[in-house]
């Protein structure tokens, strides 16, 4: 699933191929993928130019006329930018045809994605009540988003509402790196370890981001390339352990991250 650095990614992506050029048409293949109506979709987008693009946790936040074009990649979700002639992309759900004889896909092989328009992007953040972008939140942000939380710090990490951008693979690794284990209650952390938690949350990310996402060059030091079960933990050689949690599966070290 596309995390912040993925999405980081897809808007680094779409900067260099899909601004300042223009709209000539928009084809939807599939409306399910549109949360809202699919003449008003194309109508406020179309003859326009896309002007900059902005990102808050997993979401892009795309500039057109002083409207905004929501972009939510949900599991599965890619951007593809191509000639005219050229193969489509599989599971191309929406095409931005421009009139330079490129086309912009924004796929999704399920149907998770979502593509939406809005007139105020922090108006939308808002209504979403989606916490602070994970990269650019700053300390004080972290510990007022956590205030007053008695949740496992795992399912905090992952809350969008408490704080956005990280899902179940970053988490991994930014509990690994702090070596807190995934089911400590939040508010029991001490205070270096919210510190610590803070400039491991940043450093992964930007480390994500400088990979471009791709998980296969990751370093083995890492725990996400290790992410499988029978592997053992990159530092004590311990066996990692799996576990559910809000029906997907963690993985940690029992040894590294020991229960407080
Ligand atoms: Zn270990």
Redesign the pocket.
Known sequence: MPELPEVETFKQYFESTSLNKQIKNIKIKDTRILSIEENIFINTLRGKKFNSVTRHGKYLFVECNSFFLVMHFGMTGDLEYYRRGEEEPKYSKVLFEFTNNHILSYISTRMFGKLDITDDYKKYINKNRLGPDALTMSYEEFLMSLKRRTTNVKTALMNQRIICGIGNIYSDEILFRTQINPLTKINILQEYQLKELFTNIKEILKYGIRKKGNLATYSSKLIIPHRIEEEN??????P?KRYEILGRHGFF?????KEN
Do not use: L, S, V
Not at 233 to 238: K, L, N, R, S
């Open positions: 933990c990159p530092i004590c050689h311990t990692i070290c029992p040894t590294c991250q």
